[in-house]
């Protein structure tokens, strides 16, 4: 695991003037990495110029809720035609199944659509970090505190410190979703 030092900016040439500060202290390119992190629960929209994390699970969309409610509709429908119409039923009673196969369908869909917004909406509400620009530095235990005060001086928001894979110039294992560390030596007033 590698050691890592992160702070959030608003903007790219925010976070990229920071960078070439980091340049001047002795950081190299490989060392410093900017992505974009987006809002809570859109972690898998990535609308952005520099890499991002690996996308995470879609938000939940009316088009998902009524693909659900739609795919059981129809599944209903079937069950409900299949099941009367292998006892030889008339057609009016195969009619009458088929549309109350697909209401019963349609309202397990929809079961399950609420089911999963309401599981969607709580892991939103559990994300604590704020979106913008997030500059990341691998650092050394002797590196990490001239990362933070460069972070620091530059007005960096929640900066933080996390242990990670760090590969081919950026944190590879970055998850959006998992609540910062702060790095509290950033946060003292220096002596």
């Not at 608003?10 to 974009?36: H, S």
């Not at 099941?83 to 109350?100: C, K, N, T």
């Not at 760090?166 to 910062?180: K, L, M, V």
Request: net charge negative; glycine share 8%; hydrophobic share 45%.
């Amino acid at each position: 695991m590698s050691l890592i030092v992160a702070g959030r900016f608003t903007t790219f040439p925010a976070a990229e003037a920071v960078a070439e500060k980091l340049y001047e202290r002795g950081f190299v390119e490989e060392d410093v990495n900017i992505v974009f992190v987006n809002p809570r629960g859109q972690h898998a929209h990535a609308h952005h110029a520099m890499p991002i994390a690996a996308p995470r699970e879609p938000a939940l969309t009316w088009q998902h809720l009524s693909h659900n409610v739609v795919a059981d509709a129809v599944a209903g429908a079937v069950v409900g035609i299949a099941i009367f119409a292998g006892m030889s039923a008339s057609l009016p009673m195969v009619v009458i199944a088929a549309g109350v196969g697909a209401c019963l369908g349609a309202w397990i869909g929809m079961m399950v659509s609420r089911q999963q917004a309401a599981e969607h909406h709580e892991r939103v509400l559990r994300e604590t970090r704020n979106s913008g620009v997030l500059l990341s530095v691998h650092v050394t235990p002797e590196s990490q505190a001239v990362a933070a005060d460069v972070l620091r001086e530059s007005h960096a928001a929640d900066i933080e410190r996390a242990s990670g894979r760090w590969q081919g110039g950026h944190w590879a294992d970055f998850d959006p979703t998992r609540s910062p560390e702060p790095y509290d030596a950033a946060r003292q007033p220096q002596s």
